[in-house]
């Protein structure tokens, strides 16, 4: 059985940094095509990133451009966003997610594709 599960989030202040982290189990991650998305308030799902099995990574907003990366350890099946240089407009939830049987990632932001979501984790700029 599949499961995705994200960590890291918290309260930061602006400018700080904060890594999230994406840990499957019951299949390998680097056999499957991973997304981060975002959600705040009111708004709806915003898809941040997919990484292809190679651990090559797309973005998707300008926004993020620049200041979020992603890594991989295999060894921990485990995927990170790291954030950089956050700002208020960045606080939502944040989830990680599994394209099963896919080996591409999509062009655009979509959500559409994604089988196995984690259960999200908070991330909160305070300006």
């Known amino acids: 059985q599949v499961h995705v599960v994200e960590s890291g989030g918290g309260l930061v202040q602006a400018g700080s940094s904060l890594r999230l982290a994406c840990t499957v189990s019951g299949v390998a991650l680097d056999a499957n095509t991973m997304g981060w998305f975002r959600q705040a308030p009111g708004k709806e799902r915003e898809g941040i990133s997919c990484t292809w099995r190679d651990g090559i990574s797309r973005f998707y907003p300008d926004s993020v451009k620049g200041r979020f990366t992603i890594s991989r350890a295999t060894d921990k099946n485990t995927l990170y966003l790291q954030m950089n240089s956050l700002e208020p407009e960045d606080t939502a939830t944040y989830y990680c997610?599994?394209?099963?049987?896919?080996?591409?990632?999509?062009?655009?932001?979509?959500?559409?594709?994604?089988?196995?979501w984690g259960q999200g984790t908070q991330v909160t700029v305070s300006s």
């Open positions: 997610a599994l394209r099963a049987g896919r080996s591409s990632c999509p062009a655009s932001a979509t959500t559409s594709g994604y089988s196995y």
